[in-house]
């Protein structure tokens, strides 16, 4: 009867109903790069005991011992002792390690530079910006299927509502919404100075302004506190009136 539950997913080839997991996406990339790792390991620890090699005749013994720990051999003239082992190549471990793992990263749209994985310095906003501009799209997709979700699932309240007696008009139902703020680093003083400019231009209004506003997050419970800060001071500049009328 109420509709209920809501599927929040995304767009899906195969289905109608259902949305598409990123994991699918990623889970190449992650089963190679655990798989890379896991062969490494092996590699280091079960084939890196090299292996003693004795090369000519040795003038006394009967060989090298099996204990030998801390001793010398005396070998004939001519002869050599070495020790022989595989020999580990990291650079192309490292290469294809960070070849995966840059894969991995731009499949998930997400921006090196939030991994630490690159150096950056005295970088303006608007190079933020480029740098998150691929998981600004990415983000900017998921907000329209969570909107579209919970959107669905205001009407099916709203349907519920109505049969409990409590009715909403279309016009006090349309300004029900809703604001996405995206975790991206941002210049909080130039985006103060902005609002500030288009605020003696005329250009925006006080509600924008502090919806725009990085360090308010409710925007109607600060106009409430506005407006009960521009009462009191109308009622402090009223009672002072009435005391210099007083006074005279």
């Known amino acids: 009867m109420s509709g209920l539950p809501i599927v929040y997913h995304n767009d899906n080839e ?6 598409r997991s990123e994991l699918d996406d990623w889970i190449e990339i992650l089963d190679s790069m655990e798989d890379l790792i896991s062969k490494y390991t092996d590699s280091f620890y079960k084939f890196m005991n090299p292996i003693p090699v004795a090369i000519g005749q040795q003038l006394k013994g009967d060989g090298l011992p099996s204990n030998l720990v801390g001793g010398g051999i005396t070998l004939d003239d001519g002869a050599d002792f070495k020790f022989e082992g595989n020999k580990l190549d990291y650079k192309s471990f490292e290469t294809i390690y960070k070849t995966l793992l840059q894969a991995l990263l731009d499949t998930s749209s997400t921006p090196a530079v939030s991994m630490n994985k690159t150096d950056v310095s005295n970088l303006s906003e608007v190079s933020i910006r480029l740098l998150f501009s691929l998981a600004n799209v990415k983000a900017g997709l998921n907000e329209q299927y969570i909107r579209e979700g919970i959107e669905q699932r205001n009407e ?23 604001v996405f703020h995206y975790n991206m680093p941002s210049n909080d003083k130039e985006t103060i100075e902005n609002l500030e400019k288009l605020e003696g231009m005329g250009a925006i209004s006080l509600e924008t302004i502090l919806a725009k506003n990085p360090y308010v997050n409710d925007v109607a419970t600060e106009l409430k506190r506005l407006a009960s800060v521009d009462v009191d001071i109308r009622n402090d500049v009223g009672n002072d009136k009435d005391n210099k009328v007083d006074n005279s």
């Open 14 to 19: 195969l289905s109608d109903v259902e949305g």
């Open 156 to 178: 099916k309240i709203r349907q519920l509502l109505s049969l409990q007696g409590v009715t909403f008009y279309d016009e006090s139902f349309d300004t029900l919404d809703f």
